[in-house]
């Protein structure tokens, strides 16, 4: 039993080096900090508007109830999420350079 396991170990093709990534190697690299800038930017400005918002739509423009404002708000986050799970399945088809 203990001659399989070490020949199973010389016969891994797994390799055992281990990579050393810090914060540097992430925000040094172009494509991801760009995508932490999207994420951040995208979030303060929800974040920042919802409340000018919830009360523009409560107002007397769009006369919506106070419980129906969070409905208009979950609507936007479901059609996200719906986009998101379909997007690999809408651009398998595509070529990959247009």
Same mark, same amino acid.
């Given at each position: 039993?203990?001659?399989?396991?070490?020949?199973?170990?010389? #016969?891994?093709?797994? #390799?055992?080096?281990?990579?050393?990534?810090?914060?540097?190697?992430?925000?040094?690299?172009?494509?991801?900090?760009?995508?932490?800038?999207?994420?951040?930017?995208?979030?303060?400005?929800?974040?920042?508007?919802?409340?000018?918002?919830?009360?523009?739509?409560?107002?007397?423009?769009?006369?919506?109830?106070?419980? #129906?404002?969070?409905?208009?708000?979950?609507?936007?986050?479901?059609?996200?999420?719906?986009?998101?799970?379909?997007?690999?399945?809408?651009?398998?088809?595509?070529?990959?350079?247009?």
């Amino acid at each position: 039993m203990a001659e399989t396991r070490a020949t199973a170990k010389k #016969k891994s093709c797994f #390799k055992t080096d281990k990579y050393n990534i810090t914060w540097w190697t992430i925000l040094s690299h172009k494509h991801s900090m760009f995508a932490l800038m999207t994420c951040f930017v995208g979030t303060f400005n929800i974040v920042f508007w919802t409340a000018f918002i919830a009360t523009a739509l409560t107002g007397e423009t769009y006369g919506l109830d106070d419980d #129906k404002v969070g409905y208009v708000f979950g609507s936007g986050a479901f059609t996200y999420l719906a986009a998101c799970l379909l997007l690999p399945y809408t651009c398998e088809g595509s070529p990959r350079k247009l």
